[in-house]
């Protein structure tokens, strides 16, 4: 039965996405595109590279954690105001992440994988911290409170404890928090 809440994650990680799409469309929320582009490429990756080393269901919050964004990239070019000026510091952290990615197709190893598409998640999540810190207005908690249910759902479905089974589910309950904290603590400063 437990090993089933990763189907409650994915549709609870599902709804915090729609609340971000739609406040997308409206232009209130204003994704930065290279963050979310290498938020799907990681996780999806990572994702094949767990299954080949045998993992199954707790994949699919993992999963998840890639498909979502891959929905708020492809949105963010519907509103022409609902996206967020690239500086030189998201085109780094993009290169960087992208760079762990191809250092994974060298290895071709999933253990090594996982950490560079971890490693390369990381990075391009620099720039939404950023953006999130000196600009709160632009960001939204929802998709990443969800984000932490659908990443601990994950805990419920493992099997074997392993290293691929346990890494990109304890990363990203980390991210999410994280990246939920920092927003919420930024519009509190902004109030006061």
């Known amino acids: 039965m ?6 409650l994650g994915a549709l609870v990680q599902i709804a915090g996405i729609y609340v971000y799409i739609r406040q997308t469309l409206k232009g209130e929320t204003k994704p930065n595109r290279v963050t979310w582009l290498m938020w799907s ?23 998840m954690s890639g498909f979502a964004p891959l929905l708020v990239f492809i949105v963010s070019f519907k509103n022409k105001k609902a996206y967020w000026k690239l500086e030189k510091f998201d085109y780094v952290c993009g290169t960087l992440s992208a760079l762990a990615l191809i250092l994974w197709g060298i290895t071709k190893e999933p253990m090594i994988a996982i ?3 971890i490693s390369a998640d990381l990075f391009a999540a620099f720039p939404t911290f950023k953006k999130s810190w000196k600009h709160p207005e632009t960001e939204s ?8 249910f659908n990443a601990l759902t994950s805990f419920f479905a493992l099997k074997t404890f392993a290293f691929s ?4 589910p304890i990363y990203l309950v980390l991210l999410n928090s994280s990246l939920a ?4 603590r930024a519009k509190k400063n902004k109030i006061i």
Do not use: K
């Open 181 to 184: 904290l920092t927003i919420y």
């Open 2 to 7: 437990f090993p089933y809440l990763v189907f």
């Open 115 to 117: 950490i560079f598409s």
């Open 141 to 148: 908690v929802e998709a990443y409170s969800t984000g932490i």
């Open 165 to 168: 089974e346990l890494a990109f």
């Open 41 to 63: 490429i990681a996780p999806l990756i990572g994702t094949a590279a767990a299954i080949s080393d045998g993992v199954r269901l707790a994949i699919l919050p993992v999963f």
